[in-house]
Antibody, heavy 123, light 107 residues
Framework: EVQLVESGGGLVKPGGSLRLSCAAS????????MNWVRQAPGKGPEWVSS????????YYADSVRGRFTISRDNANKSLFLQMNSLRGEDTAVYYC????????????????WGQGTRVTVSS | DIQMTQSPSSLSASVGDRVTITCRAS??????LGWYQQKPGKAPKRLIY???SLQSGVPSRFSGSGSRTEFTLTISSLQPEDFATYYC?????????FGQGTTVEIK
């Protein structure tokens, strides 16, 4: 059974840092691109970042580029999101989601998502 | 960046109604589009992938159509459990972009 389990969320002050993790199981992790998607309260989902299976191709939303870093550990089937210089507008539930790659930029519709981890940025 | 324009933003419908939701892409995305259903406090659930392929386990009253820039999600006969918010997502290029969402409410 495919499972994605996020952790690491919490309350942090503006300017602070947080590291999110996503533990994967039930599939060949390195065959998949992995995504972070967030959803602010009352808003729609927003794509944040993606990483391919070999960590060769990494993409970020403009809103987080330079502050967030995505990475993965294929040996331990884990995905990470290091979030620095956090702002109030980063407050959201953060989901990890897997995506089967088609080309360097095209993929299949992400199928499995985790349950999410909540990040609150507030003083 | 590819913009996804989803409409309507909300609709009221009755059980048994046929419901249609549309997403328009600002440029050709081939068939690299999926549809999700989301209920409060839950992660999005994939309904349709590659524009028209039905996710295993999803009722056949859901269907997707379209290609290039115009896409449609249809619910042929709305059921009580279908009241939720629906989103499209393009995965043709980066940044990935979602539609703004359509909330389906009970009339």
């Amino acid at each position: 059974e495919v499972q994605l389990v996020e952790s690491g969320g919490g309350l942090v002050k503006p300017g602070g840092s947080l590291r999110l993790s996503c533990a994967a199981s039930g599939f060949t992790f390195n065959n998949y691109n992995m995504n972070w998607v967030r959803q602010a309260p009352g808003k729609g989902p927003e794509w944040v970042s993606s990483i391919d299976g070999g960590s060769n191709y990494i993409y970020y939303a403009d809103s987080v580029r330079g502050r967030f870093t995505i990475s993965r550990d294929n040996a331990n089937k884990s995905l990470f999101l290091q979030m620095n210089s956090l702002r109030g507008e980063d407050t959201a539930v953060y989901y990890c989601a897997r995506e089967l790659p088609i080309t360097m930029v095209r993929g299949e519709t992400p199928d499995y998502w985790g349950q999410g981890t909540r990040v609150t940025v507030s003083s | 960046d590819i913009q996804m324009t989803q409409s309507p933003s909300s609709l009221s419908a009755s059980v048994g109604d046929r419901v249609t939701i549309t997403c328009r892409a600002s440029q050709d995305i081939r068939n690299d589009l999926g549809w999700y259903q989301q209920k409060p406090g839950k992660a999005p659930k994939r309904l349709i992938y590659a524009a028209s392929s039905l996710q295993s386990g999803v009722p056949s009253r859901f269907s997707g159509s379209g290609s290039r820039t115009e896409f449609t999600l249809t619910i042929s006969s709305l059921q009580p459990e279908d009241f939720a918010t629906y989103y499209c997502l393009q995965h043709n290029s980066y940044p990935r972009t979602f539609g703004q969402g359509t909330t389906v409410e009970i009339k």
